[in-house]
């Protein structure tokens, strides 16, 4: 069985202030992928990255970056310089091969950016 | 379309009435998923479609919910005799080949059953 937990239910910060959001999975396949999506205020999943498990290579696109350790099961998200529109609801999200095609989320991490 | 399209955005219904959400992918787009989120929650996955091989339907949470994908594009979900436990924001989201892309999400339907 597939299992993404996001520890964090919410996490309040000052504008400016680097945060990072915790994912940790479980999962019995060899292959699988991970994803990050934002859900602003407006309710709409917005897509961020994808990483495939043989790919453990860290990411940086502009002020976000992904951490993914499989000795840990994790894939950690950091913003960099946090603004006020980086608030919103961010979820992992897993896929895996023997799972049938079933994205499992997370519970998701409220983040509020305070100016 | 450019997006994912789905509708109503919202859908207020009495109970034990039938309702439809309708879903309208990315065209081209051959994987096409239902999830339900309810209020403060995290995403359920409720049914699956991929081109033309019978849905995954594992996720639905009773009988009175069913899904058909026609001519795989548009797709609708039918709730039967809905429940206040029904309520909910019902997205659909489409991807071009599976599970090793990301997925594309609609805005949701809000569906409040009074």
């Known amino acids: 069985a597939q299992k993404v937990t996001q520890a964090q239910t919410e996490i309040s910060v000052v504008e400016k202030e680097d945060v990072t959001l915790d994912c940790v999975y479980e999962t019995r396949d060899t292959t699988y992928y991970l994803f990050w999506y934002k859900q602003p205020p407006s309710g709409e999943l917005v897509f961020l990255i994808r990483?495939?498990?043989?790919?453990?290579q860290n990411e940086i696109s502009g002020r976000y970056s992904w951490n993914f350790q499989k000795s840990t099961s994790s894939f950690n998200f950091t913003i960099t310089a946090s603004q006020v529109v980086d608030s919103a609801v961010y979820f992992c999200?897993?896929?895996?091969?023997?799972?049938?095609?079933?994205?499992?989320f997370g519970g998701g991490t409220r983040l509020m950016v305070k100016p | 379309g450019a997006g994912v399209s789905q509708s109503p955005s919202n859908k207020v219904t009495e109970k034990g009435k039938d309702v439809e959400l309708r879903c309208d992918p990315i065209?081209?787009?051959?994987?096409l998923y239902w999830y339900r989120q309810s209020l403060g929650q995290g995403l359920e996955f409720l049914i699956y479609?991929?081109?033309?091989?019978?849905?995954?339907k594992s996720g639905l949470p009773s009988d009175r919910f069913s899904a058909e994908r026609t001519g795989g594009s548009v797709s609708t979900l039918t709730i039967q005799r809905t429940q206040q436990e029904d309520s909910a924001v019902y997205l659909c989201a489409s991807s071009p080949y599976g599970t090793d892309y990301g997925y594309t999400f609609g805005s949701g339907t809000r569906l409040t059953v009074v």
């Open positions: 990483r495939n498990s043989f790919d453990e």
């Open positions: 479609f991929q081109g033309n091989s019978a849905p995954d």
């Open positions: 065209s081209g787009h051959t994987a």
């Open positions: 999200a897993l896929s895996g091969n023997n799972a049938g095609n079933m994205l499992t």
